[in-house]
């Protein structure tokens, strides 16, 4: 049984629906440099490797064991709002944030369910719980949802927040279809790289190319776009990445020069081993690094790691290799803060 879940490798799992129409299964739009009237892509990079890539790595016996739980000693409580150009980020675990500032607040890629896969049985199961339990969740205003792969898109949670919050939902092309077919009342705001979603005066969404692809079957590969975003606020913007390869670093360089001066980058750390098959897709500690220098910001927060097993490396080890890099590249670690499930990192305006 495949455990690379999260990531779309959802062979023999289930979650398997019959095409809805020739070609693209959530998106019907023009052809641009990064969709082909079918797919979307990464324009000038691989794409992501294929399923016989995907059996070698799966019998390679190289994983590293994870322990069956790893708990955080933090679990926070959230305030109702966070005004001004004050900012306060919670960590919930893996890519799942609470950012609150100017009054609004927002929940990046929430996932409060047990394990990243279509099925209940099968698939990776959280070590730790979430930072904040979901009862103790302020009212969520928006919600950002990067792209659609299990660890990211998570229905269970994400109809759960509708019910109880019924906040709006903002991310890229395709996913709204995705979900409508389970929350149809839901308030999708969907977008293109380079689209701005005005959110409340003064707050902009910018949604910013990533290097990576998307899935939630078999038949579905690249139906959806993915995308990071830029949170621009009146204290200062947050780049928010989701997944993301590193390629030759441009993605970072450019979304540095379209927004300068960045207040924050929360940016991935884990899920990154084997290099030869999770390079084209996810960055390693090493290259966080790099990435947080070209886009300038002045803090970065790690995530994408200690929550579910999606790859290789051992629990712990972005946390000791994002160390070595910080040092090798000259980069305080203070810059560069490694937070867990239930910790806050704050600033004020």
Not at 25 to 53: A, C, I, L, M, S
Not at 68 to 85: F, I, K, L
Not at 99 to 112: H, K, R
């Amino acid at each position: 049984m495949f455990t690379w879940i999260g990531c779309g490798a959802l062979l023999g799992l289930g979650g398997i629906q019959l095409l809805r129409r020739s070609g693209n299964r959530y998106y019907e739009g023009p052809v641009t440099p990064h969709f082909d009237g079918t797919r979307f892509f990464n324009p000038g990079h691989p794409d992501p490797k294929g399923f016989g890539d995907l059996l070698r790595w799966q019998l390679s016996g190289e994983r590293t064991r994870w322990p069956e739980a790893v708990p955080s000693p933090y679990r926070d409580t959230p305030p109702t709002r966070v005004p001004g150009d004050d900012l306060r980020i919670s960590y919930v675990g893996h890519a799942s944030f609470l950012i609150q500032t100017a009054g609004v607040n927002i929940l990046m890629d929430p996932v409060w369910s047990e394990r990243a896969s279509p099925v209940s049985f099968a698939g990776p199961l959280r070590v730790n719980a979430p930072g904040i339990p979901f009862e103790a969740l302020p009212p969520v205003d928006l919600v950002l949802v990067s792209h659609n792969h299990y660890d990211h898109l998570d229905l269970d949670t994400l109809e759960r927040l509708h019910g109880v919050h019924a906040p709006r939902f903002i991310t890229p092309l395709g996913n709204d279809t995705i979900l409508r077919e389970r929350i149809p009342g839901a308030r999708v705001t969907t977008g293109d790289w380079h689209d701005v979603v005005e959110v409340s005066p003064g707050v902009r969404v910018h949604l910013e190319p990533a290097l990576h692809w998307s899935a939630r079957s078999w038949n579905d590969r690249s139906h959806a776009l993915w995308a990071a975003f830029v949170l621009e606020a009146p204290g200062g913007s947050i780049y928010i990445v989701g997944d993301t390869g590193f390629g030759d670093g441009e993605t970072f360089r450019r979304v540095g020069a379209r927004h300068p001066d960045l207040r924050a980058a929360l940016l991935p750390i884990g899920a990154y081993e084997p290099r030869w098959f999770m390079r084209s897709q996810h960055i390693n500690p090493e290259e966080a690094v790099q990435a947080l220098r070209l886009c300038g910001a002045r803090t970065a927060i790690a995530h994408h790691w200690g929550t579910f097993q999606l790859t290789d490396e051992g629990v712990h080890q972005p946390v000791e290799d994002l160390g070595k890099a910080l040092l090798e590249q000259g980069v305080d670690g203070e810059r560069f803060r490694v937070l867990r499930p239930g910790e806050v990192w704050e600033e004020g305006g």
